[in-house]
C-alpha cells in the first residue's frame, strides 16, 4: 500500500528537531539531503505502530519491518497485539487460502467517514477494502446515523461520499459534516431508551460515546451509573466488535464493577456475583479470539473468573 508523504500537524510539528540531529549526525556527508531526511521520516512515521502494554493502554511506538509489509482493511481478518517486546499476529476468522494477511492501522469499530479521515489524516491514503467499497457504492453508511435538524428524522442518511456530506431520506435536506452523532448529547441515561430507537443504539458512532462515558464515568467512581451505560455499550459492541481485544477488556471492567456494587442484602450480593462472573466468562471468550491464552490481559481476567465464582461456591 502506497503512502504519500503526511502533511500533518504532529509531523511537522516534530520534523524540525529530526532535521537538526539527522543533519548533525550526517555533517559533512552528501546524506545530509533535507528532501531525502523528510522523504525518510515520512516513511518511517507511517510505518510506526502503537505499542501497549498488558492492559492495551498505549506504552510507545514500535518499528516491525516484517509487520509493516500487511496491507490495512477496516474488516480485517488478522489482529496485531503485543507481549512484552513479542509481536503477535493472530487471526479472528477462517482465512481461506490465496486470502491475504490484513490488519487495521486504526482503532475499530468505526465509522465510514471517521476511518476515511482517520486513515487520509495518519497515513494519506484512502481505503479500498470490501467494506469501504461497498459503503462507497452504496452510498450508504450503515454504522452512522444522523438527526435532521429540519424534519427531525433520525435515521441512516445518504452519503454523497465524494464531498462528505449528507442528505436526509425523509426531507432531502443537506446535513453538514459538523452534526456529528458525537455531537448528540447522551448525559441523561435513564431516557436514553427513549431517545433513540433500538436500531440507532446499535449505531457505532454511540456506541463509542457509551464506551468513553463509561470510562469516564469509572475515573469518577460512579460505578452504578457506569454499569447502566456500559452495559448499553456491550450489546452493540457483541454485535459487531467483539473479536477486538479492547472489548474483552472493557467487559471485564464491567464485571469489576459488579462486584464494587453496593448490597442490600445476601441474595443480592449472590445476584451480582453471578452476573461478574457472567461479564468475565464473556470477555474471556471475546479475548480468546484475538490474544493467546498466556498473554497478561487473558490470565489477569482468567484469574478474576475463577476467584469470582471460588466465592460464589463458598457462599452456597
Avoid at 504519500?4 to 524540525?16: C, S, V
Avoid at 481485544?245 to 441474595?267: C, H, M, N, V
Wanted: net charge negative; charged share 25%; proline share 4%.
Amino acid at each position: 500500500m502506497k503512502h504519500e508523504n503526511i502533511e500533518n500537524d504532529k509531523i511537522q510539528e516534530y520534523y524540525p528537531f529530526v532535521l537538526k540531529g539527522v543533519t548533525e549526525m550526517l555533517k559533512g556527508s552528501s546524506a545530509a539531503d533535507p528532501v531525502e531526511i523528510y522523504d525518510m521520516y515520512n516513511k518511517l512515521v507511517v510505518n510506526l505502530f502503537t505499542l501497549e502494554d498488558g492492559q492495551l493502554r498505549t506504552i510507545g511506538s514500535a518499528l516491525i519491518p516484517e509487520i509493516s509489509k500487511i496491507n490495512h482493511s477496516c474488516e480485517p481478518n488478522c489482529v496485531l497485539s503485543f507481549k512484552g517486546r513479542t509481536a503477535y499476529v493472530t487471526a479472528i476468522r477462517e482465512i481461506p487460502k490465496g486470502t491475504e494477511i490484513t490488519i487495521s492501522y486504526i482503532p475499530l469499530p468505526k465509522s465510514f467517514l471517521t476511518r476515511k479521515e482517520n486513515l487520509h489524516r495518519q497515513f494519506n491514503f484512502t481505503c479500498h477494502c470490501c467494506l469501504c467499497s461497498k459503503q462507497r457504492e452504496e452510498k450508504v453508511d450503515h454504522m452512522l446515523m444522523r438527526e435532521c435538524p429540519v424534519c427531525n428524522n433520525h435515521s441512516h442518511p445518504r452519503l454523497d461520499l465524494d464531498n462528505d456530506d449528507l442528505s436526509c431520506p425523509s426531507c432531502g435536506s443537506s446535513l453538514l459534516k459538523s452534526l456529528k452523532v458525537n455531537d448528540l448529547v447522551l448525559k441523561n441515561i435513564a431516557n436514553f431508551d427513549s431517545a433513540i430507537s433500538t436500531r440507532a443504539q446499535q449505531d457505532v458512532e454511540i456506541i463509542n460515546h457509551l464506551v468513553e462515558d463509561t470510562e469516564n464515568l469509572i475515573l469518577e467512581k460512579q460505578w452504578e451509573p457506569a454499569l447502566r451505560t456500559g452495559l448499553k455499550a456491550t450489546v452493540g459492541l457483541m454485535d459487531w466488535a467483539q473479536q477486538y481485544p479492547s472489548t474483552g477488556l472493557f467487559i471485564a471492567k464491567l464485571g469489576k464493577l459488579y462486584l464494587e456494587q453496593e448490597y442490600s442484602d445476601r441474595a443480592v450480593y449472590i445476584d451480582n456475583v453471578n452476573r461478574a462472573i457472567q461479564m468475565f466468562d464473556i470477555s474471556l471468550k471475546c479475548l480468546s479470539l484475538s490474544l493467546s491464552r498466556n498473554h497478561e490481559l487473558f490470565l489477569e481476567v482468567d484469574q478474576l473468573y475463577r476467584f469470582t465464582r471460588d466465592i460464589l461456591r463458598n457462599q452456597e
